[in-house]
């Protein structure tokens, strides 16, 4: 599904983010990206949907190499799900926002209405279609990224710490609705409690190299390898 | 934190709520430039106008003392322009202000270009608050793409009003970690300190226009941004118009007596 070969990744600045990454993830799979503040996450996160692009090394998500060529169809098949819900939601109420990547994809007006629709209501949220973002919680913008993403139905979802800044009941709520899912997804986070509970398998990067890569039971119990980079 | 800045009784219900946001755009636009092009010796015929927003406001159902404190808060603007024309304006002395040390005449153009300034812009003013505190922004926005404004242009008011709050949370949180390292004095400094965070918050803009735009193209962002149409003229739409029409027909009508 995902196939990340020898990937480095220079900022302009001439920090070395990423160095050296290869990568696989099949269909369905769960996997967990953990590592401290600066390790490369987001920089690899985006190099996911093309936001970003390798200095050298190759990605392809399912056989499609990531360029310029085949970026519609990658986004179509990778759906992001950013830290900081208020970049996110930008439209002036919460079914516009829905609405935008359908319509982005040129489906009809009714089709589209029914869509936004359902997943709202899949969300319990359809009493939010009308409001701003501005005056909602945290939890209840973030819920609404997520449904943004989701009513396009990507293969792969990314998400870039999902439960940052979320109070107890709101993190509890999110932990579920991502176990629901069947989508291939890479999680980002250093919330090690709830990378555990969500994904099968984590990645272990710091200073832009992975240093593991095994069964998430393995590595959250691995105190010394956490210790070592940073995340204990 | 909420705010609430410029819709705040956009979301109530009356019958100039329900109208479409067009009718409403160009009905008051309309009346706008009806009373605008108005000769300002026409006491009788802006004394029917009043009348007429005044009927709007009471259809509209919105507190009063809300609706005045909007739309006296250009006031001052228009104050400031008008203030001394009554003094230089040359012609037939009204009156004169003879007091301690200021000798100045008030003449009989000075006045009618003045009050022909200030009735014109208080009624412009009390219009568009009127429309602006019975439509959602959204739609007022909505409305104006249909009436052929530049796409363009609604998208920065659009992205502008969505934004404009979580700059002010991200000025506010500046703002309280200010004050709880600032223990009072240094005026100097504080100015200086100040005009930091008014950088800060432009740098903190410029890269969240970019967090944003990445997020608009992950979802298929290609330039224009689509909407569903959910706006209707509906009966109601039309026999508004019908009635502002006929009421300023008769105005018109009084006016050439």
Request: hydrophobic residues 50%.
């Amino acid at each position: 599904m995902i196939s990340i070969k020898e990937l480095v990744f220079k900022y302009p600045d001439g920090h070395l983010a990423l160095d050296g990454i290869n990568l696989s993830v099949s269909a369905g799979e769960s996997v967990g990206i953990i590592g401290s503040n600066g390790a490369g996450k987001s920089t690899l996160l985006l190099h996911l949907n093309g936001t970003l692009r390798p200095t050298t090394g190759t990605i392809s998500i399912s056989s499609l190499p990531v360029d310029d060529r085949n970026i519609r169809a990658i986004r179509r098949k990778v759906g992001m799900v950013f830290q900081d819900p208020d970049d996110q939601l930008f439209m002036p109420t919460v079914s516009e926002d829905i609405a935008f990547g359908l319509l982005n994809l040129g489906l009809p007006e009714n089709e589209v209405k029914e869509k936004t629709d359902a997943i709202l209501n899949r969300f319990g949220m359809s009493a939010y279609a009308d409001k701003m973002p501005h005056h909602m919680s945290l939890g209840e913008k973030k819920k609404i990224a997520l449904a943004g993403i989701l009513v396009l139905e990507p293969e792969i979802i990314v998400f870039d710490e999902p439960t940052a800044n979320l109070d107890l009941h709101s993190r509890k709520d999110f932990i579920e609705i991502l176990k629901g899912l069947k989508q291939t997804r890479i999680i980002a986070s250093h919330n090690l409690e709830m990378i555990a509970r969500v994904t099968q398998r984590v990645i272990v990067i710091n200073k832009g190299k992975i240093i593991a890569d095994g069964p998430a039971k393995d590595i959250v119990s691995d105190t010394a390898l956490l210790e070592t980079n940073g995340l204990m | 934190m909420e705010y609430h800045l410029i819709d705040t009784y956009s979301k109530r219900d009356s019958l100039l709520h329900r109208l479409d946001p067009r009718t409403k755009i160009i009905v008051f636009l309309g009346l706008i430039i009806m009373i605008v092009l108005t000769p300002p010796k026409q006491f009788i015929t802006f004394g029917q106008y009043g009348l007429l927003i005044l009927g709007l406001v009471i259809l509209s159902r919105i507190q009063v003392w809300f609706y005045i404190s909007r739309a006296l808060l250009v006031m001052p603007f228009v104050l400031m322009i008008v203030i001394f024309v009554p003094f230089l304006k040359e012609g037939q002395t009204a009156f004169r202000i003879d007091f301690w040390f200021i000798h100045a005449q008030v003449t009989h153009e000075g006045l009618i270009v003045c009050w022909n300034a200030l009735v014109k812009s208080v009624s412009s003013v009390l219009l568009i608050t009127l429309l602006v505190a019975t439509t959602p922004f959204n739609d007022i926005l909505h409305g104006l793409t249909h009436l052929r404004i530049p796409r363009v242009l609604i998208t920065m008011v659009s992205f502008m009003y969505r934004y404009l709050f979580v700059l002010l949370d991200e000025t506010e949180r500046m703002q309280h970690a200010r004050l709880s390292r600032w223990f009072g004095g240094y005026i100097r400094r504080q100015i200086k300190v100040i005009g930091n965070m008014i950088g800060l918050l432009f740098i903190r803009s410029y890269e969240r226009s970019e967090r944003i735009y990445a997020s608009m193209l992950a979802r298929g962002f290609d330039g224009s941004i689509r909407r569903i149409d959910n706006l209707k003229f509906r009966a109601a739409d039309a026999v508004f118009a019908a009635v502002i029409v006929a009421l300023l027909t008769i105005i018109w009508e009084t006016y050439n007596l």
